[in-house]
């Protein structure tokens, strides 16, 4: 990272570049493009999948039914308000009828989440979903056929940008539009949750 400049100055360049970027298609149906929100300050950063419907007309992460249910996560399991994480996806534009993202789409979007990353600093990274976890575990070499494989488990993961190394914490959790879909999956989500918490705590002492 650019130390001359500010973190302030260096993620309002990249949100500039990303409202630009016509790397893949998806600029061309997209109506706003979505880089991620919150504090630069964040020890935690949410990364989820794509951006969808809600998400698209607002330009803002986690705005629908699935980012109420992330809100009341972090507010009643970690204790923190929305305005405390950062949150971004793999990708930054909504993929037509919310389809999964591309592999192609995802080899020219992720290059903006690993700056992302290295901007904020995060301590520890909270995947939501399979697509985000298996792009960031994978920078350990960790894969996996499904996500119930990796949830719930605490990974190390090196990042290795231009300017710096650094390790952070990784914890794959499930995507919490899947909770809303699955009820079931809301128990295990908000146990993921917790480990989060603890997680935090630990670091902090």
Known sequence: MEAEKSKEELMLALIREIASCKKCGLWKSRKNPVPGEGSLYAEVMFVGEAPGYNEDLQGRPFVGAAGKLLDKLIEERLGLQRRDVYIANVIKCRPPKNRDPLPEEIAKCTPFLDRQVEIISPRIIVTLGRHSARYILGKAG????????????????????????????????????????????????????????????????
């Open 142 to 205: 960790i894969s996996f056929r499904s996500i119930e494989e990796v949830r719930g488990r605490e990974f190390t993961v090196k990042f290795a940008t231009l300017y710096k190394m650094f390790s952070v914490h990784v914890i794959p959790t499930y995507h919490p539009a899947a909770a809303l879909y699955k009820p079931n999956l809301v128990e295990p989500l908000e146990r993921d949750f917790d480990l989060v918490r603890e997680l935090l705590k630990s670091l902090g002492d």
